[in-house]
């Protein structure tokens, strides 16, 4: 069940110089097959082609029961995984619901329906969901949602914590049977261009991708903050990571409106099969994160193994501000 990395383009002597040049630039499976029958596990943002779609898939085909996330046809995007696993017990082992992230009824709707549905035992939730708007634009106005959040902030980052802070009491009844419940948070190595300033209050000129970087800074102290407070209490442990440089549907989403999503599609096709991840790579170490035996949480992950975080993600003291007016900005 070990996750291979894609075949190669042509066969001969251009295929051996495919892998070798590739070798350099893309890191081999990283994640290991590990027994998750009996397990639990939401993914959110698991729409095809994307990083959340690619983990789904591995978990269930490892045993796991897995909840799958979309913003608007959650259903297609079930069929589409049931579609890509092998055996019956693993399609009935699929299920999904809609969640949109920028908005509080709805994530407080999708925790209602999981523990209805599937009662209070939740193994791991991986927060893989998100957004990056105005790819080639980074100067435009950001977009706000109804209740006044720049959109990146309000979906990567309050919504995640919301739906992060709701299923919490899941994951302790778990992990203090068990002994082991994880949440994965995917970040970015772009966390580096945010700023703990920016956190709370903003006088710069807006950019897309700072307030980006700002929302995937605020994942990793978020991280911090969960592991100091249920890792010993309730065996609840925190992890977030990098997936690597993979054009998903993400990035797609990014560059909607300039039209120029096909073009960058077709200038990568070449390019993306030397130096890009595909979603399956990209997805290793997230499925690391939520899976591997014994591994040390509160820390950043990169190609399945410990790295550094920004000196902003790295003052604990941030973190700790952070989740104090995340809970004031957040429902009661």
């Not at 990146?152 to 914590?161: C, E, K, P, V």
């Not at 992890?239 to 549907?249: A, Q």
Request: glycine content about 8%.
């Amino acid at each position: 069940m070990r996750i291979e990395p894609p075949k190669p383009h042509k066969t001969g002597p251009a295929g051996r110089f495919h892998d070798f040049v590739r070798r350099g630039f893309v890191s081999a499976a990283c994640a290991n097959p590990v027994d998750l029958a009996g397990k639990k596990i939401i993914v959110t943002g698991a729409t095809p082609g994307s990083l959340g779609f690619e983990t789904a898939r591995t978990l269930v085909s490892w045993g796991a029961c897995v909840v799958v996330t979309a913003r608007s046809n959650p259903d297609a995007a079930a069929e589409a995984l049931r579609a890509r696993l092998q055996d019956a017990d693993a399609r009935r082992r699929v299920d999904a619901h809609k969640l949109d992230l920028s908005h509080n009824d709805s994530v407080a709707g999708f925790t209602r329906w999981f523990a209805g549905t599937h009662g209070d035992r939740l193994d791991v939730l991986v927060n893989n969901a998100g957004i990056h708007l105005d790819l080639l634009s980074r100067w435009k106005e950001p977009h706000l949602t109804d209740d006044g959040f720049e959109i990146q902030w309000r979906t990567n980052y309050l919504g995640t914590a919301h739906l992060t802070r709701l299923l919490v009491p899941l994951l302790e009844n778990t992990g203090l049977a068990t002994g082991d419940a994880r949440i994965v948070n995917v970040v970015s190595r772009l966390h580096f261009k945010g700023s703990n300033d920016d956190l709370f209050e903003t006088t710069r000129p807006y950019n897309s991708w700072t307030a980006y970087g700002n929302s995937k800074l605020a994942l990793v102290h978020m991280t911090t903050e969960l592991q100091r407070r249920y890792a010993q209490k309730s065996q609840v442990h925190a992890y977030c990571l990098h997936p690597g440089s993979v054009f998903t549907n993400v990035a797609a989403k990014g560059l909607e409106g300039t039209g120029v999503v096909e073009k960058v599609r077709n200038a990568l096709s070449p390019i993306e099969a030397f130096f890009l991840k595909t979603p399956e790579e990209g997805a290793q170490t997230q499925i690391y994160c939520a899976t591997h035996p014994g591994l040390r949480g509160g820390l950043y992950y990169d190609e399945c193994q410990p790295a550094e975080v920004s000196e902003d993600a790295a003052a604990v003291e941030v973190a700790a501000r952070l989740w104090a007016d995340t809970r004031a900005w957040l429902p009661a």
